[in-house]
């Protein structure tokens, strides 16, 4: 690593989420997130409503992370933004915003991909969380994605498996909703399955070849359940929700965890590192940490603000690019589909 301190500003805002941080080289001096609480009225997140709400929130997000960060725009080497995947509409004001700074500053522009981002943040310098070692597996499982990389080196990463449909966070926001839970559902239905049997009803698991994932089918087995269910008993849910919320979580962990020792036993990496929104899921932690013991795994979950959409991720994987001269022009445009 360099002797030289390399200071950067990173942007985050992909989805609906508004995300500034602040570092020097690997650590972290400041990392600010505004979230926005207009989506649960309509149970999702709103395209229009997310890009109107990062242009309110862009400019007092960056001038908090500076401000807690003790640093000046001058003392700036780069900027880091957040070019896809995500909403076209969000990612349009965190690329624009980001070309102007570094433009005017006359500094380094680095586009990051918010997918490589989430398996990168692992190398965040932060104390009592190890690094994982190449080549490792990463599964990065959020409200948009579901998949699995063979991560080689800091930038050579292959997708060997991933979701055909519907991703695993929509899986438990959608079952959420079907049980009448507010959004975002994903972590109630966590919180309410820690009193709740596994067990007690059985979803069927969808069968998919290889090491990619399907959502879909899970998520209409759990809606004409509970339609089967309430015609019986008006008050199914109610009575039972602990069950069900714990038979939903146990159903989609276990889809998980199955592609996982399947990648695992293919590839013969047994360092596996979680990331993305849902790896704060308290079931597929659990579940990580069994197999660690179990199989002699090495697991790698990151600090739960670094799991969700955050600026901190974009950061770190721009420090690495900074160190490989590895710029951005300003014909860079946002890109929705971004791929690994």
């Not at 360099?2 to 995300?19: G, H, P, R, V």
């Not at 490792?136 to 449909?165: R, W």
């Not at 049997?197 to 087995?221: E, H, I, M, Q, Y």
Request: proline share 4%; aromatic share 10%; net charge neutral.
């Amino acid at each position: 690593m360099l002797d030289q301190k390399i200071n950067i500003l990173a942007i985050e805002s992909s989805c609906d989420d508004t995300a500034a941080a602040v570092l020097t080289n690997d650590k972290i001096l400041s990392n600010i997130v505004a979230t926005q609480e207009v989506h649960q009225q309509y149970g999702g997140v709103v395209p229009e409503l997310a890009s109107r709400a990062h242009q309110q929130n862009i400019v007092p997000v960056i001038h908090q992370a500076l401000s807690k960060a003790n640093m000046d725009k001058s003392q700036l080497h780069a900027i880091a933004f957040t070019r896809g995947p995500g909403l076209m509409g969000s990612l349009l004001v965190g690329t624009s915003f980001a070309k102007s700074l570094s433009l005017g500053l006359g500094i380094p522009l680095i586009e990051i991909n918010h997918m490589q981002a989430h398996i990168l943040a692992h190398f965040i310098d932060e104390k009592e969380f190890d690094k994982p070692t190449f080549p490792f597996l990463a599964m990065t499982i959020s409200g948009g994605h579901t998949q699995i990389v063979k991560v080689t080196s800091y930038f050579t990463m292959e997708v060997i498996g991933q979701t055909i449909d519907d991703a695993v966070g929509e899986a438990f926001d959608k079952s959420a909703k079907i049980l009448g839970l507010p959004y975002p559902g994903g972590p109630l239905i966590d919180k309410y399955s820690k009193e709740g049997n596994p067990k007690a009803f059985p979803f069927t698991r969808p069968k998919v070849g290889g090491l990619d994932f399907s959502f879909s089918g899970f998520k209409t087995a759990v809606l004409y359940f509970i339609q089967k269910q309430l015609k019986e008993d008006p008050q199914f849910i109610e009575k039972n929700l602990e069950d069900i919320c714990a038979s939903i979580q146990y159903t989609i962990v276990d889809i998980l965890m199955h592609k996982l020792k399947k990648a695992v036993k293919e590839t013969g990496i047994r360092q596996v590192a979680i990331g993305g929104g849902v790896s704060a899921n308290s079931g597929i932690r659990n579940a990580l940490q069994d197999a660690e013991k179990k199989y002699g795994w090495k697991c790698f979950i990151p600090k739960f603000e670094y799991t969700t959409d955050n600026a901190a991720m974009i950061g770190i994987a721009g420090y690495y690019k900074f160190l490989e001269k590895d710029f951005a022009d300003f014909s860079a445009t946002a890109n929705s589909r971004y791929k690994i």
